[in-house]
């Protein structure tokens, strides 16, 4: 066994019921005493609750999805203007993203409050859309410093957007089994999030107001998203960049469409990573565990229901193979990527995808 393993530092603070009093802990221990808080109007009344101890100085609520450019540079002005010696994001992944945006120019440190299982608050990776592409990278400046954990403040998460959201922390962690900087830690990590996040999301589904569900989904998005900020972007990941940057397609939804397609075209081809998902999935393979579990949640299943059309899949093509990360188990050419697309966007089998001429063993 040999491997190069870098863990992130960042203190998780985890407790239900206990947002703002661990918050305001976090906010004492930087002696920070002007606060920016990032929230969209949506998430206005529970930020308030939760930030209603804090010094703030300024409170920021354009947030849009995939952080558009010119959203980011109003925001880093805003924090400027204000001379902000801390942010806090209050929300889903864009809130999370477009403090990074803001902590990636102006070097400010972040204290997260995740709202959804989007995991973006546990990764130092930063995204910015400008011209329909979206651009992604790393840089430690964007890793919040401190993360607070509540799964009381889940609990008004509509089943639907649990369920996506839950599915792309899914999709972290089957993405970190093969991404290019996987090692046998960060594969633990994700093996356990699968586990968790396979548990609390029926749980969900079943009674929304299921606690002890909403705590399970909140630690296995973060173990899965520790599992990526490790392991780097993988396949999945590349794809769904790019259908969200240049096809504005909703990124929580798109991730659970992709993830399955991905999975069966990869597993015959890492053979050892299959197998663990299939054991933390409880079923006989990986894809059938995933699809029972999709079945079981609803999830949602084609990219068409959100506006991706087929005559969309060949310039997507084109955007996604220069990103494919060359250490994917699996050759992708540009027809197979085509067939996948194809597939993903009417809801096929995801089955259909395990067909490899080309199997090169990779586990």
Known sequence: ??????????????????????????????????????????????????????????????????????VAEQARAAAVTHDVDVVVCVGGGSATGLAKAVALTTGLPIVAVPTTYAGSEATNVWGLTEASRKTTGVDDRVLPVSVIYDAELTLSLPVELSIASGLNGLAHCID??????????????????????????PAIATDPHNVLGREQALYGAYLSAAAFASAGSGLHHKICHVLGGAFDLPHAQTHAIVLPYVLAFNAASAAGAERRIATALEASTAVDGLERLRQQLGAPTALHDYGFRSGDIDRAVEMILPAVPRSNPRRVTAEELRRLLGAAQRGSDPRTMTTNPNTRSRS
């Not at 491997?3 to 906010?27: D, I, K, S």
């Open 1 to 70: 066994m040999r491997f190069e393993h870098e863990t992130l530092p960042q203190r998780v603070c985890f407790a239900t019921g206990e947002a703002r009093a661990m918050l305001a802990g976090e906010v004492a221990r930087l002696h920070a005493s002007r606060v920016m808080v990032i929230a969209s109007a949506a998430e206005a009344g529970r930020a308030e609750q939760v930030v209603a101890d804090l010094p703030v100085v300024h409170r920021h609520d354009e947030v849009v999805m995939h952080v558009p450019v010119p």
């Open 176 to 201: 970190s089994m093969w991404a290019p900087r996987a090692d046998p830690i960060n594969g633990a990590l994700a093996v356990e999030g699968i586990r968790a996040l396979a548990a609390g999301l």
